[in-house]
């Protein structure tokens, strides 16, 4: 109680806009990042007019996109992880070692946020970076993720509505999803078929800290056309799990 007094409403009101901007959804009108973080028109406006005020939106009388400046928001925060320190070089080689893209992410709520990457050619439409962020429920490190919570915190973060279908071949049903999580928790890896993106597949396994708890997910992302999925593991999880190995020791 004595906390919520200090609280900063509009401070909490921008941030909230501010995160309606995604890959998706790079350029929006008031109406649409109102209706995309739940404030009303007003509200949003006035937080949109002070974003490109101060220099982190840019406004050409319709619609708003985010300017580089907001990066000063989020790459302070990796520049002090230390997890991407760890994890580049070992990423780095494994990408050399096998010949595609490779990343690392963490989960945040129902996202999972890019913390570093090694790309050997570009395989999804929309560059990925860290800081990048996808839906957890459709991604393969996603999955890794959501599958290392207890069940009921996995049931609470997917919800009981029918998820977007980002493909035709996208699960959106939680129940399906969830028993999915238990297969991945009992086999060690998941694999996603173009449920992202057409023409794309991924591999993940989880990263584990020296207590063996689950801190971050490592995967492989390549084009449907070049690797079939049921080829994936055979292909490419003993190097995943090589470098999963040498990083037990390293994380904390």
């Known amino acids: 109680m004595g906390i919520e007094r200090d609280l900063m409403g509009g401070l909490a009101k921008g941030l ?10 790079p350029r929006q009108s ?25 220099g982190y939106a840019d406004y050409d009388g319709k619609f708003f996109t985010l300017k580089p400046r907001v990066l000063r928001l989020g790459t302070a925060c990796l520049a002090t992880m230390p997890l991407p320190q760890i994890v580049q070089p070992h990423l780095d080689a494994l990408s050399d070692r096998i010949g595609e893209s490779t990343s690392v992410s963490i989960l ?23 800081g990048s962020r996808l839906p957890a429920y459709c991604t393969s490190m996603g999955r890794v993720l959501l599958a290392a919570l207890a069940r009921d915190t996995a049931a609470e973060i997917l919800g009981t509505a029918p998820l977007p279908a980002r493909t035709p071949h996208t699960m959106t049903d939680p129940r399906q999803i969830l028993e999915e999580l238990g297969r991945i928790r009992a086999q060690g ?3 996603i078929d173009e449920e992202v993106e ?5 591999l993940a396994v989880p990263l584990f ?13 390549l084009a449907a ?28």
Do not use: W
Request: aromatic residues 4%; neutral net charge.
């Open 189 to 191: 890896f998941a694999v």
């Open 108 to 130: 945040d709520g129902d996202e999972i946020v890019y913390v570093a990457r090694a790309a050997q050619r570009k395989v999804m439409s929309i560059a990925l970076m860290p």
């Open 16 to 25: 909230r806009v501010i995160e309606t901007f995604t890959a998706d959804r």
């Open 225 to 252: 056309s070049t690797h079939a999925a049921a080829a994936l593991t055979d292909t490419f999880l003993p190097a995943l799990v090589d470098m999963q190995d040498n990083l037990r020791g390293l994380l904390r």
């Open 30 to 54: 008031i109406s649409e990042a109102a209706a995309a973080c739940g404030l009303d028109r007003a509200t949003t406006r006035r937080c949109l007019l002070t974003l490109a005020h101060e």
């Open 209 to 221: 800290d020296s207590h063996g708890r689950v801190t971050a997910a490592l995967n492989v992302g």
């Open 198 to 202: 057409i023409g794309l597949r991924s």
